[in-house]
């Protein structure tokens, strides 16, 4: 009797275990790389940044950067450079609020939208 009640307590532990790691822990976050300007160097990944921006930015600018309700950022990069855009994404513009996206993800969006063009 005493160990079938053990073994079942372990299995509960396991089970609450597995659903932790199933369903809570995200990982370790992944860093980018950052030169002494504060820009993410070239390292820095561009499918991170389309993940960026298709949680976002594809609402108001499309899913392929055609536009919408907000402008077309597929040459953006011609118009503006990546301090530029940077600034555009933390302060906002026109009809964009600011801080739609915020911290490190902000510099690795605006590299990446500065070699559209």
Known sequence: MKKTIMITGFNILLAAG???????????????????????TASASTEN??????????????DQLQGGAGPALSKIGSKYNQSEIEHIIKNGKNGMPAGVISG??????????SEKK
């Not at 940044?49 to 594809?58: F, L, P, S, T």
């Open 18 to 40: 597995l659903v932790f790691l199933l369903f809570v822990y995200e990982g370790p976050k992944k860093s980018q790389p950052v030169s002494a300007n504060g820009n993410v």
């Open 49 to 62: 940044a389309e993940d960026i921006v298709g949680k976002n930015c594809i609402t108001c600018h499309g």
């Open 104 to 113: 490190d993800d902000v510099a690795v969006v605006a590299k990446w939208l």
